[in-house]
C-alpha cells in the first residue's frame, strides 16, 4: 500500500486522474450542500441562459440554464452522484459476482467450468449495450434498474479474468501445499488463491467502471435510463441536443464532465495495470 | 499402530493421466514399495521417470488409478474426500521449488499458524511457532516477514517448518535441494537428516542425484520411466548396483577424484515417451545388454539378494 502511494506520486498522469477523480466523489458525496441551488428548480423566465462569461451570463447561473430555466452546474453536481453511484454499484455488484463464478470455474474445473465458461460465451455475444437497452425497456426506467442491467453486462469479463488468474495460481506448489495439509476447498480458495488473483481485477474493474459510466449516460441519453426527473449526465445530454446550435452549454459541459471523469477512470486503470503486471490487458 | 508392519506400504500403484488428445501417460506402473518406521528411502532417476508422481500419489495428492497405498495399515488409496482431510496431518511434502511453494501474499507467522492450528490449540501455539522456527535454524525475527524477503535456502527452512507444523509421521522430501545452490544444498540436506534422527520421522527422499540421495538414505530404489528397477540398501545401490540401468545412473555421478579413471557407461537416446512405452521391459531400447527376451516380458521386480531386487531378466547368476 505505501508502495503504490510512492507510485503515485511519482505518475503526474495518475496523480491528476486521482484528483479529478476525488473532486467528483467529494461533489457527489456533498451535492446538496455544494450545489449553488436547487437541481430541478425551474424558472421559464431565465431560460437557456448563457453562462457567465459570455454575453447576457449571469453570476447566478455560472455554466448557465437549460431550456426550462434549470441550473446547469447544480444539475452536473447532481448528476456526479447518479454517474458515480451507478458506475461504482454496477462494477461491485457485476465484479463481485463474476468473479465469484470465475473463481469456482478455475478451482474445481469439470463439468463446473465448462457450464460457467459457455454462460460467460453467450454473455459476450450479445453487445451489451443492446441488451440493456432492451432489458430497460422491458422493465422501465428506475436507479435500480439501471444498476442491476449494467451489472449484468458487466460480470462476464470479470469471471474470465478471474478464472485465468485461478488457474495459474492453482498451478502453484503452495495450493498443493494447502491440499496437502488438509485445508478445506473454501478455506484455499479464499486464503491462497484471491489474494493472488486481486490485483487484475481491480484493474478489470477500472476498466468496467469507465465503461459503465458511459454506458449509464447512454441509457439515460436514450431515454430509457435513470427516470428524467433525476439529473443525469446522459439525460442532460439528450434534452440539450435540441438547443446545440443555440445554447451549446446544455448539453456540453455535462458532455465535458462525463468526458474528465471517464479519461481519469481510464487513465488510472492504465495506471494500476502497469503497476500490478504490465502483461494484462485486452 | 503395530511396529513390525511398515508404516507405509504401497503396492501395484499405478497413476495414468489423460491427456488432451485422448492419449494416456503412464506416469507410474505398478510400483510396489515399502517404508519401515523411521526409514528414509531415497527414490532416483532421471526427469520424466514417474519419481515425483509416485511422491505424490503415496500422498493421495494425485489419485492412484489402481493400486492400494496402506499407511499404518488404513488403506488412504480409496479413502474419500472427508476422512482423508483429516488423515493428512498424518504426511506431509516439501516441494523441488521454494519459490512456488510458499504463497507470497502471507507471512511466515501465518503460514506457520494456518499449519500449526490444525493440531495444536491456540494457547500452545506461539511457543510451538518459536520451537518450529528453532528446529529448522531460523531467526525468530522471520515471523512477520514474507518470503520473497528470504533466500531460497531459508525458504526451504519455512517449507520444512510448515511441513513439521502438523507434527507429521511420514514426509516426502521432492528434491528438496535440486533448486539450490551448491553450497546451500548441504545444509538443508543435513538439516533433513537432522530433523529426521530427532523426530523419528519416516520419509521418502526424491532426487536425480545418487550422491545427494546416498548420503541420506537407508534404501533406495531406482525408478525409469514410470516402473522401479531396482531397489536395496543404499551402500550397495551405490557400490555394486545389479541392474543396467542403476549401473549407467551410478557412472554419471562425477567422482571428486582427477586420479580417478571411471569408465562412463553413456546411455544412448532419449527417455522413450511415456505415453507409449516400450513393449517388455521399458529400458530395453537403452539397456547395453538388452536381448531380444526382453521385448516379450515385463520383468518383475524380484529379490536378487537378501534386501536387494531388480527387475531385469538379466540375472546375475544367468538364471533368466
Known amino acids: ?282 | 499402530m503395530s511396529d513390525s508392519l511398515p508404516l507405509l506400504q504401497a503396492s501395484r500403484v499405478s497413476v495414468r493421466f489423460p491427456t488432451e488428445n485422448r492419449q494416456t501417460v503412464k506416469a507410474v506402473t505398478e510400483v510396489s514399495i515399502s517404508i519401515g518406521r523411521g526409514e528414509v528411502f531415497g527414490l532416483v532417476g532421471e526427469s520424466g521417470s514417474g519419481k515425483t508422481t509416485l511422491g505424490k500419489a503415496l500422498l493421495r495428492l494425485v489419485a492412484p488409478s489402481s493400486g492400494s497405498i496402506h499407511f499404518d495399515g488404513v488403506d488412504i488409496a480409496t479413502m474419500g474426500p472427508d476422512d482423508l482431510r483429516r488423515f493428512r496431518t498424518r504426511m506431509q511434502v516439501i516441494f523441488q521449488d521454494p519459490f512456488g511453494s510458499l504463497n507470497p501474499r502471507m507471512t511466515v507467522e501465518s503460514i506457520l499458524t494456518e499449519a500449526a492450528l490444525l493440531v495444536e490449540s491456540k494457547a500452545s501455539l506461539a511457543p510451538r511457532l518459536a520451537e518450529l522456527l528453532d528446529l529448522v535454524g531460523l531467526p525468530s525475527s522471520s515471523l512477520p516477514r514474507h518470503p520473497h524477503e528470504f533466500s531460497g535456502g531459508q525458504r526451504q527452512r519455512i517449507c520444512i517448518a510448515r511441513a513439521l507444523a502438523v507434527r507429521p509421521e511420514f514426509i516426502v522430501a521432492d528434491e528438496p535441494v535440486s533448486a539450490l545452490d551448491v553450497s546451500i544444498q548441504a545444509q538443508i540436506v543435513n538439516l533433513l537428516q537432522d530433523l529426521q534422527k530427532e523426530l523419528g520421522l519416516t520419509m521418502l527422499f526424491i532426487a536425480h542425484d545418487l550422491a545427494v540421495v546416498r548420503h541420506i538414505s537407508d534404501r533406495i530404489g531406482v525408478m525409469y520411466l514410470g516402473r522401479m528397477m531396482e531397489t536395496g540398501p543404499a551402500d550397495v545401490i551405490v557400490s555394486d548396483p545389479a541392474h543396467p540401468y542403476s549401473k549407467a545412473l551410478l557412472s554419471a555421478v562425477p567422482v571428486p577424484n582427477p586420479a580417478t579413471r571411471v569408465t562412463r557407461q553413456v546411455l544412448s537416446g532419449d527417455l522413450p515417451s511415456p505415453i507409449n512405452p516400450p513393449s517388455g521391459c521399458v529400458f530395453r531400447t537403452r539397456c547395453p545388454v538388452a536381448v531380444t527376451e526382453c521385448s516379450q516380458s515385463v520383468p518383475e521386480l524380484l529379490p536378487v539378494s537378501e534386501n536387494q531386487s531388480m527387475a531385469c531378466l538379466m540375472r546375475p547368476t544367468g538364471e533368466a
Not at chain 1, 68 to 88: K, N, P, Q, T
Not at chain 1, 91 to 114: C, D, K, M, P, Q
Not at chain 1, 145 to 151: D, Q
Open chain 1, 1 to 282: 500500500m505505501n508502495d503504490l502511494r510512492r507510485r503515485l506520486v511519482r505518475s503526474p498522469v495518475a496523480l491528476v486522474s486521482v484528483s479529478i477523480l476525488g473532486l467528483m466523489l467529494l461533489l457527489a458525496l456533498f451535492a446538496p450542500w455544494v450545489s449553488p441551488v436547487d437541481p430541478g428548480a425551474i424558472d421559464i423566465r431565465t431560460r437557456l441562459t448563457p453562462p457567465s462569461w459570455m454575453d447576457g451570463g449571469s453570476s447566478d447561473h455560472v455554466l448557465g440554464t437549460d431550456n426550462v430555466g434549470r441550473d446547469v452546474l447544480s444539475r452536473i453536481i447532481h448528476g456526479a452522484r447518479v454517474s458515480l453511484f451507478v458506475g461504482v454499484a454496477t462494477v461491485l455488484l457485476g465484479g463481485i459476482f463474476g468473479s465469484v463464478l470465475g473463481l469456482i470455474a478455475g478451482y474445481f474445473r469439470g463439468w463446473v467450468e465448462t457450464v460457467i465458461m459457455r454462460l460467460v460465451d453467450i454473455q459476450l455475444a450479445f453487445p451489451s449495450i443492446l441488451l440493456a437497452v432492451a432489458i430497460m425497456a422491458l422493465v422501465g426506467p428506475s436507479m435500480m434498474n439501471v444498476v442491476i442491467v449494467l451489472s449484468i453486462a458487466t460480470w462476464a469479463p470479470f469471471c474470465r479474468v478471474a478464472r485465468g488468474q485461478t488457474l495459474q495460481v492453482c498451478n502453484q506448489e503452495y495450493i498443493t501445499a494447502a491440499e496437502a495439509l488438509g485445508l478445506r476447498d473454501w478455506t484455499i480458495m479464499w486464503r491462497h488463491v484471491v489474494p493472488n488473483i486481486i490485483n487484475p481485477l481491480i484493474v478489470v474493474a477500472s476498466f468496467a467502471l469507465a465503461t459503465n459510466i458511459i454506458n449509464e449516460a447512454s441509457l439515460s441519453f436514450l431515454g430509457v435510463g435513470v427516470p428524467p426527473s433525476t439529473p443525469t449526465w446522459g439525460g442532460m445530454l439528450g434534452e440539450g441536443r435540441n438547443y446545440l446550435r443555440i445554447a451549446w452549454w446544455v448539453s456540453t459541459l455535462p458532455g465535458i464532465a462525463l468526458m474528465l471523469s471517464v479519461y481519469s477512470v481510464n487513465m488510472l486503470g492504465d495506471w494500476l495495470r502497469d503497476v500490478y503486471d504490465p502483461r494484462i490487458g485486452d
